[in-house]
């Protein structure tokens, strides 16, 4: 199998070592290789930019024995397995061509391209690929505006002899099926499809492919036909069948690979911890106890909260409120009144619930009136001091 590189190397790999075993370098040209083919003991190279080459295999100064120049945007170039002195290219906006490389001087056949179209504009030429049939001097060519066609170099007529369309996407490579009586396509998209040749018309869709097809090959004599694209999958597909009968992936390797280690969870960090779930930086409560709430990562929430239950609770809470408005000597009934405990009319059991602000060690004396609904601050606008607005049922106070 030859193998053809960025770089401009072209590789031979054997089928029974399973290794590349040579390796040779043909430079020239613009643009990756669109084509390669064996004639004899020579090697035949054409790359993007329309320059073919005749390399002898055992020239030592690695020159070229045949240079000609079949135009710029090639896309592809095949080979005759029945003469294979004969190659046919084509490409974008450069039509159909066949060449007899022991007479390079002109082409054997130069396709026309079609008539213009309804609106009498010019019809876009972009062959994709082609492929002789045996037997014949017809070719089929697939292009990159959907079109299926075949040409009689034999014919006094240049025009294609047969045309059909598939899809709507662009055809990126065929194959003939065995008797050379139709053809297997494939799209950019991952279509494809059987045509007949005969009358140009459907036959079936071949299912499963994911991503753009970008070979196709044909069984000599049974009914099946193997294709790759950039899914990464190889995929067997019966001619009758619209399924794949067999699929391997090229990453089944990779896959098969040990994962490596995953690094330490680190510790968790403090959390702020309520009766009702944890509380995040924005006031909003998290589902699952114990998780930082909103948009707070876990590693920046150093504080936590701890409710604080029954009367030790709730007077440390009043304490800290008078120390925090200047009101160390009030009364306590006064403190109970204004925070709903005791005093107040309220039963003890619903009285105010006090939040501790800080680590998860001592108590903090440090809290923020809030609401219930919101469970946020709520700020006056004269003097700066700190409220809290009404709920439904109990104060909480951080």
Known sequence: VLVGCLDRAVKLFSTEKGKFTATRLCPGGQGPFCGLAVHGSALITCVESGLLKVWREDDAENVSVLELQAGAGLCRMR???ARPQRVATGGR???LKVWDLQRPQEPLFRAKNVRNDWLNLHVPIWDRDLQFLPGSDKIVTCTGHHQVRLYDPSSPQRRPVLETTFGEHPLTTLSLAPGANSVV???????????????GRLLRCLKGVAGGVRGLQCHPHRPLVASCGLDRFLRVHGLGDKRPQHKVSSAAAANTSPAPPS???PSPPATWVSAHGAVGSRGR???SRGRPGGSQPRAQAPLCRRRLRGAAGRGAARQGRRH?????DEPAAAADQRAGGEGSGRPAG???TAWQLGDAGPLSPRRIRTSRAGLTPCRTSSPPSWSWAPSSSSWHTW
């Open 185 to 199: 396509v494939g799209s950019a998209r991952g279509d494809l499809a059987v045509i007949d040749l005969r009358q």
């Open 93 to 95: 906006d450069n039509g």
């Open 263 to 265: 690094p330490p969870c």
């Open 324 to 328: 925090r408005h200047g009101r160390a």
């Open 350 to 352: 619903r009285g105010g």
């Open 285 to 287: 409560r998290s589902r």
């Open 79 to 81: 080979q005759d397995p």
